[in-house]
């Protein structure tokens, strides 16, 4: 599979680097983009993981693009910002852990390597990153055979499936809206085992963000 990327995303990655050079920090993009760019879909919607501070990322990035301070959100609570520029949705996050207790889908997070960002998403095929950097190399970071899953149209989780739907019981939500909407694509029967045994733990989930899955 070929990562395919625009000229007006390569501009843009470059200059995220170049706002990143001066702290010295890494800075991958990750997730949805990477999967649907390798399926040949487009997506608006871009998230970047930093080694540094998310948030202050963004505000150089923000300020790099020209753009208001009113298209920069960020929610300190989470360490996370957003910036809408253009058509795209630019979601910037230091590299972290998630930890959850077992009546709530609100993690607590300590700052964490790339890999432990990788490994707390949803599924594999979701975990897929690349680094921004100078060479302009778009290599896959890998860590959990997601291009294989990609190619197999196979959805898994990183974890135990029980270990990931435990954390956050909207991932089950997830799965069964990924698998209806990319063509062609199942849920591994582990996960969907999981999903069965443990759906009675979406009542922890807010109406609001099931309401958000469904439609």
Not at 133 to 142: A, C, L, R
């Amino acid at each position: 599979m070929k990562l395919s990327i625009t000229d007006q995303e390569k501009k843009l990655f470059n200059m995220i680097r170049d706002a990143a050079k001066g702290s010295g920090e890494e800075v991958f993009v990750i997730g949805g983009f990477v999967r649907d760019r390798l399926l040949g879909i487009p997506c608006q919607d871009i998230d970047f993981v930093t080694t540094g501070d998310g948030p202050s990322l963004a505000e150089k990035v923000n300020a790099a693009l020209g753009n208001p301070e009113s298209d920069l959100s960020i929610f300190k609570t989470f360490g996370t910002a957003l910036i809408r520029y253009k058509d795209w949705d630019l979601e910037f996050v230091g590299a972290r852990k998630e930890s959850y207790s077992a009546d709530s889908r609100k993690p607590s997070v300590t700052k964490g390597s790339l890999k432990d960002d990788q490994l707390r998403r949803d599924f594999t095929i979701n975990a897929l990153a690349f680094a921004i950097n100078d060479e302009g190399d778009s290599t896959i970071i890998d860590p959990f055979h997601g291009l294989e899953d990609l190619k197999l149209k196979r959805i898994v989780t990183p974890l135990d499936p029980e270990k990931t739907f435990s954390d956050d019981p909207l991932r089950m939500m997830r799965a069964i809206r990924f698998a209806c909407q990319l063509d062609d694509f199942f849920i591994d029967s582990t996960t969907l085992s999981a999903i069965t045994q443990m759906h009675e733990r979406i009542q922890i989930v807010s109406m609001e963000r099931i309401t958000y899955e469904l439609n």
